[in-house]
Every structure is written in structure tokens, then in C-alpha cells.
């Protein structure tokens, strides 16, 4: 066992000394009254969340088109002021020709490029319909849109995505996904 320990605590160490040379300077900060430097506005490192909503549609080789849309919630942390690293889940509705719901789970980032245009990438799971059932489908999910501040702490995305999932042992080769949609983040 104290091999173990010694493994984690180098481990936790080189993690800790890569973070801290990640990280971005300070640029839009106060310092308060006690000495406490204070975030300002429109800053992206730290935690952010938010809700989304997407509509669009999945295209199986065999079924044709398949109309959906998903409700999102995304979580994670800004790392610097252009790259934030989370999570996005949701639940998808799918209609016509198999009326169902399915979940999905993206572990998600995203590079701002400039100003407010993004770059995302996405790898996870998700519930996709085969026959008369919801199969896990491993792949993932690539897209761009642009951030609008609304104020001083909340910013809305309006962006496009092209998810790509793969049911293994199905018949279908793989499932083609466009969507559009619009998200919510508190940071």
C-alpha cells in the first residue's frame, strides 16, 4: 500500500503543476476590501452550467429521416478564458417512425477561437432507437456557434452540431445526427 500512496500523491502533484500552467492570468479582477481578488464580469474560468435546447434530426441508413429534439444541461469549468471542459446530458425525443425518448451523456470541449465564435467536441453515450427498443450507441459529436452575452454573468450560444453514434452489432452502420439549437450558461 504506501507504493500506492507514494503513485497517487506524484500523480496528484503533476496534475496539480499541469493545471497551474494552464491556467490564464488574471485580467478582469477587483480586490476587495480584505485582500480577496474578486473575479469581474464576463469571465469563463471557474464553473459554469446551464440548460439547452436543440431541434433537428437523425438520418439511419435503413429508416430515412427521424425528426427530434433534445432538452440539455451542461456542466463544467472554464480552465482559461478560451477552453472550457464538461459535460453535457439531455433527453431526446424522437418521432415518426419509432416515437421514443433517449437519453445521452457527452463529456465536451470547447475552444473559443475568437471573440465569441466556438469550437466543440464531444465523446459519449447515447439511447438511439433500433427496431422497438433504445440501444447504447458510443460516438460522439462535433460543432460551432457563437457566445452573445446577455449580461454581466449569463451568455447564450446559438450553434450547430453533427453528432455521429454507432450501435455495436447493429445492422445500421452508424447514425447521422444534425442539429440546431441555442444554450443557456451561468459562469
Excluded: C, K
Aim: charged share 15%; hydrophobic share 45%.
Amino acid at each position: 500500500m504506501p507504493g500506492h500512496r507514494r503513485l497517487l500523491s506524484g500523480l496528484a502533484l503533476a496534475v496539480g503543476v499541469s493545471a497551474g500552467g494552464v491556467s490564464s492570468p488574471v485580467h478582469a479582477s477587483v480586490t476587495g476590501s480584505q485582500g480577496i481578488e474578486i473575479e469581474g464580469a464576463r469571465d469563463r474560468r471557474g464553473l459554469y452550467l446551464g440548460p439547452g435546447l436543440l431541434f433537428g434530426a437523425q438520418f439511419p441508413a435503413e429508416d430515412g429521416f427521424m425528426p427530434g429534439v433534445a432538452g440539455t444541461f451542461h456542466i463544467g469549468g472554464g480552465v482559461n478564458q478560451r477552453l472550457l471542459l464538461g459535460g453535457n446530458f439531455g433527453l431526446v425525443r424522437y418521432f415518426a417512425p419509432h416515437q421514443s425518448l433517449g437519453l445521452l451523456g457527452d463529456l465536451e470541449a470547447t475552444g473559443f477561437v475568437w471573440r465569441g465564435f466556438y469550437l466543440r467536441a464531444g465523446l459519449g453515450v447515447a439511447a438511439v432507437p433500433t427496431d422497438d427498443s433504445l440501444s447504447a450507441a458510443m460516438g460522439g459529436n462535433v460543432g460551432g456557434g457563437y457566445e452573445l452575452w446577455v449580461n454581466q454573468t449569463v451568455a447564450m450560444d446559438l450553434g450547430a452540431r453533427y453528432d455521429l453514434r454507432a450501435v455495436p452489432g447493429d445492422p445500421v452502420d452508424a447514425r447521422h445526427s444534425v442539429l440546431l439549437g441555442a444554450r443557456f450558461t451561468w459562469y
